[in-house]
């Protein structure tokens, strides 16, 4: 038989040709995904090749954006600008409530003119008018403010507090020189006395009452409030005999001094006329200020009827 002819390499195993080339896609596949001996196919592989191919970035390129996502998502989100308004605007609001209730459940007690001292009553029929507050000659009478709360806004109050020029004056009077006065006897000082923000109980703001909110009054048994001696203001506790006015100038002898010359006032003689506190010097001498705004003897509110 005649020698066979030897064929071109390229043409003797195509088959086999093809088998090598499958072989070392494999290897290189293994190459690239070193992790899958664990468990990962030669198919998963290749499919996170084509995965990084077609993305255009490399394995490496891929972790650092991971990693920089799961940063970002960690971060607390910036705060915005209408984030910020938003929240500034809800801290006033919750201000402008706490100042409201304030004023909306204040219960100041306030000291109220000749025959208001019926609280329930005087809330219930004042209309708050004011003619009380013009009529009255001495200026004692003044209109309460928002911050006494909103039931007592615009109410009357008495206030005790004059000018310094404007203080109480009696020729009847004389410091140092402290006598007994009836009834009576007061009422006619404080009649003819000079001065403003005292009372001297002349009945015209009873009278101008249209509603009937300020009732009859009778100032030898009733009281507007009663004197009382703060000993941390006053004078006299400082030192034995450094003050006396509140004495000499009660015009219903209801202030005496006791063994250390200090102020002491009987409940049966005071009507709150006011006068002690008009001429206290603790203001004189003294600068008060802040929450303490009292004087040496204030003329205070009390719950029960004055005693006889």
């Not at 891929?62 to 607390?76: F, G, I, K, S």
Request: with cysteine; proline share 7%.
């Amino acid at each position: 038989m005649p020698a066979s002819t030897p064929k071109d390499p390229q043409d003797v195993a195509p088959g086999l040709k093809s088998r090598i080339a499958a072989d070392s896609t494999e290897a290189t596949l293994h190459d690239v995904a070193p992790g899958s001996g664990s468990g990962s196919s030669p198919v998963s592989a290749r499919a996170d090749m084509d995965v990084v191919a077609s993305s255009g970035s490399s394995p490496a390129d891929a972790r650092t954006e991971a990693d920089a996502a799961a940063q970002n998502e960690a971060q607390p989100p910036a705060l915005s600008r209408r984030h910020f308004v938003w929240g500034a605007a809800g801290a006033a609001v919750m201000l402008g409530l706490g100042a409201a209730a304030r004023y909306a459940f204040a219960d100041e007690p306030l000291l109220r003119p000749p025959g208001g001292q019926d609280e329930a009553h005087l809330l219930s029929a004042c209309i708050k008018c004011n003619r009380c507050i013009s009529v009255c000659p001495t200026s004692a009478i003044a209109v309460a403010g928002l911050e006494s709360g909103l039931a007592n806004a615009r109410t009357p109050r008495m206030d005790y507090r004059p000018a310094e020029r404007s203080r109480f004056s009696s020729s009847a009077l004389r410091e140092g020189t402290a006598s007994q006065h009836s009834h009576d006897e007061g009422i006619a000082i404080l009649t003819q006395a000079k001065g403003s923000n005292y009372c001297n109980f002349c009945g015209l703001c009873i009278a101008n009452c249209p509603t009937g909110a300020l009732q009859p009054f009778d100032a030898a048994a009733q009281w507007i409030g009663l004197a009382v001696v703060f000993p941390d203001n006053c004078l006299a506790f400082e030192r034995e005999g450094g003050c006396r006015k509140c004495v000499d100038y009660c015009p219903f002898s209801a202030i005496t001094l006791d063994e250390h010359s200090r102020p002491v006032v009987d409940a049966t003689l005071c009507n709150g006329c006011g006068v002690c506190e008009n001429i206290c010097p603790t203001y004189s001498y003294r600068t008060k200020s802040g929450i303490d705004s009292r004087r040496g003897i204030n003329v205070e509110i009390q719950a029960k009827g004055r005693p006889q």
